[in-house]
């Protein structure tokens, strides 16, 4: 689909959305809790240590007591004692709330005059403190406070995406697997017609089952329909060229030669209208696959034989041009082209060139053209326009359908051109690197 996700990517999507959302709501929720968790954590530690440090510094001499605070400092923790007091702090609501937890942990503290600041806001912040000894000296501390959550936050959510993409890989390894079957159904609904049937094996969910065993059932009429369509025109064109042969033998009794002329231009008219009847009506089942044929004289072959029956065709081109084609649809629609040329403007003039990835076959006519309104109109099947053109047209119109249905056939375009100087050209348009209808 141009500009759209496909239905794979669709509920790739959507599956991706729904379980990036889910974890973010999760990470968010579980780390809050989490961060909680560790500020009462280190609530708890700190106040653990500072009622050992009080302890151990109350009970040494004063002299000691500043070598004592050095040999309780770790690297997480500073402590030292001095006899000054601290100017009174002012707690920010985070500090503040740290201070109740550690209280909270050891009521003791809570007489000490425990304080708190931030040090050293950051990465690695630094919170500094102080409480006061019955003597009323003061044990001052540092807790090297790690501001690092973040980057342990992300290294844990790195981890628990892991288990996500795995979740998502294989989310859309099943929804793959899952529509498997409506993409194989797409591929054969671009192959209906085209003349091999393709039966598809039922599979996938009860919907996708139910729209394939339809859908086998429509190509199995569909191509039932083809068929007798084709057997039926393959046995009334036989019926009536056994008439027309009679015909034409009979005729060679007729003594008049402009009656005997006369009546055997009605029966060309009318073999050449059963045969283009038959080559348009006959199905789009064509026993002929497509094989690597020279182009180039292909073309130069029915040139020639306009050329021998005196009439004025050109050729202009290379002598050879290999490309995979169906070659009796697409020479049946080279004549057909140059027929009407011929019949419209007296001279057809024929060019085969390649065009970067293209392969151009121009047929140019020196005939009254057609009007551009009506150039639509003109490959409509049983199409005439006879006031464009003039003249009294035979046929049933179908010469140029036959072109845009034998163009179709290779994926190609079938464009037609008033020239600037006079006349039409009828312009087929090939793409030797395009596959071509699989028949």
């Known amino acids: 689909m141009k500009g759209s996700l496909g239905l794979v990517g669709r509920i790739f999507a959507i599956l991706l959305l729904t379980v990036t959302l889910e974890f973010a709501v999760g990470t968010f929720i579980y780390e809050r809790a ?59 609501p985070e500090l503040e709330r740290m201070r109740r937890q550690i209280v909270t942990w050891e009521p003791s503290l809570e007489q000490s005059h425990l304080w708190l600041r931030l040090a050293s806001p950051g990465r690695h912040s630094i919170i500094n403190g102080g409480l006061q000894l019955p003597d009323g000296s003061w044990l001052y501390f540092g807790m090297h406070h790690s501001g690092g959550k973040w980057a342990f936050t992300i290294g844990r959510m790195g981890l628990a995406l892991i288990p996500v993409l795995a979740v998502l890989i294989v989310g859309g390894l099943l929804i793959r697997r899952t529509l498997a079957p409506l993409r194989d159904l797409t591929r054969a609904t671009e192959r209906i017609g085209l003349g091999t049937q393709v039966i598809l094996p039922e599979a996938g969910t009860n919907d996708v089952r139910n729209l394939i065993r339809a859908f086998n059932v429509m190509q199995t009429r569909i191509h039932r329909l083809i068929d007798e369509r084709t057997e039926t025109l393959a046995a009334v064109g036989h019926d009536m060229r056994t008439p027309l042969a009679r015909l034409q033998l009979r005729l060679e009794a007729v003594p008049d030669d402009e009656t005997r002329d006369a009546m055997g231009g009605d029966l060309d008219e009318m073999g050449a209208m059963i045969e283009s009847l038959l080559a348009f009506l006959g199905g789009e089942k064509n026993p002929e696959p497509a094989v690597r044929t020279d182009l180039a004289v292909t073309i130069a072959t029915i040139v020639d034989a306009f050329q021998d029956h005196g009439q004025d065709v050109e050729y202009e081109g290379p002598d050879h041009l290999e490309m995979a084609i169906h070659s009796l649809p697409l020479r049946r629609a080279i004549r057909n082209l140059i027929e009407n040329a011929l019949h419209y403007g007296q001279r057809a003039r024929v060019t085969l060139l390649r065009a970067g990835a293209e392969v151009l076959i121009r047929v140019d006519d020196d005939g009254p053209g057609i009007p551009r309104d009506q150039m639509e109109m003109v490959l409509k099947p049983f199409a005439r326009l006879d006031t464009a053109r003039q003249r009294n047209t035979g046929g049933l119109g179908l010469g140029l359908a036959i072109v845009e249905k034998a163009v179709a056939l290779e994926r190609g375009q079938f464009i037609l051109i008033n020239r600037p100087g006079g006349g039409l050209r009828a312009e087929i348009c090939l793409y030797p690197d395009r596959p071509v209808a699989t028949i």
Request: proline residues 8%; aromatic residues 4%.
């Open 34 to 92: 989490s961060q909680l968790s560790l500020q009462d954590d280190e609530a708890r530690r700190l106040a653990e240590h500072l009622i050992i440090a009080r302890k151990l510094l109350a009970e040494q001499p004063i002299d000691d007591r500043q070598a004592l605070g050095t040999q309780l400092t770790t690297d997480r923790y500073d402590v030292h004692w001095s006899r000054a007091a601290p100017p009174p702090p002012s707690l920010s």
